[in-house]
């Protein structure tokens, strides 16, 4: 029994749409931090890659989203340390291709490609240097293009994503200084 055309399409672009890993950008923080107290950030740790390069531009890319949110870099005494982790995993996919009659069984072929990608994990955390506390987290997840100027542009936009809404807090409290003016 040969099953229904449809079904095969569904199935090839299910397995063609779970290949590919979409952005997927979260924070989280400690809703007890005043984060507007924070005025200066320095680092404590870089993200380390084999990529001589992407290092420093991932580091920028941090600082430029920081310096826009009002805080400013200084090498000692700062108000916030950042750290950063990068962790990458290579990851396959699976295609089979179906041709002819019989469902690859009587005259019909089956060829199966595998496709092979890497998926980046970008860590950002951010600590109160006097309680040692880890205050704010961003994660970022995304397949990893093999072109260093198309990576350099996703790891920015992924950065931007995930400093969105930092400092968090801005829409609640301008909210809530809307309703006790009413």
């Known amino acids: 029994m040969q099953p229904p055309r449809m079904t095969v399409i569904l199935g090839?672009?299910?397995?063609?749409?779970?290949?590919?890993?979409?952005?997927?950008?979260?924070?989280?923080?400690?809703?007890?931090?005043?984060?507007?107290?924070?005025?200066?950030?320095?680092?404590?740790?870089?993200?380390?890659?084999?990529?001589?390069?992407?290092?420093?531009?991932?580091?920028?890319?941090?600082?430029?989203?920081?310096?826009?949110?009002?805080?400013?870099?200084?090498?000692?005494?700062a108000d916030l340390v950042v750290g950063a982790n990068l962790a990458?995993?290579?990851?396959?996919?699976?295609?089979?291709?179906?041709?002819?009659?019989?469902?690859?069984?009587g005259g019909g072929w089956a060829t199966t490609t595998v496709e092979t990608y890497e998926v980046g994990t970008l860590t950002v955390d951010l600590f109160?240097?006097?309680?040692?506390?880890?205050?704010?987290?961003?994660?970022a997840t995304d397949t990893l293009s093999h072109k260093p100027e198309k990576r350099t542009k996703e790891f920015d936009k992924e950065i931007e994503k995930m400093f969105k809404d930092f400092p968090p807090g801005i829409e609640r409290e301008t909210h809530l200084s809307r309703e006790s003016r009413s």
């Open 12 to 77: 090839l672009l299910f397995l063609t749409a779970s290949a590919v890993i979409a952005d997927k950008v979260t924070f989280d923080y400690d809703h007890n931090t005043n984060f507007y107290k924070y005025k200066t950030f320095m680092w404590i740790q870089e993200p380390k890659t084999d990529e001589p390069f992407m290092k420093d531009r991932i580091v920028q890319s941090i600082n430029s989203q920081l310096r826009i949110k009002g805080l400013r870099p200084v090498s000692d005494g």
């Open 88 to 105: 990458t995993e290579e990851k396959h996919t699976w295609e089979t291709y179906y041709s002819g009659s019989g469902w690859g069984w």
């Open 128 to 139: 109160d240097p006097k309680s040692k506390k880890l205050v704010w987290q961003g994660v």
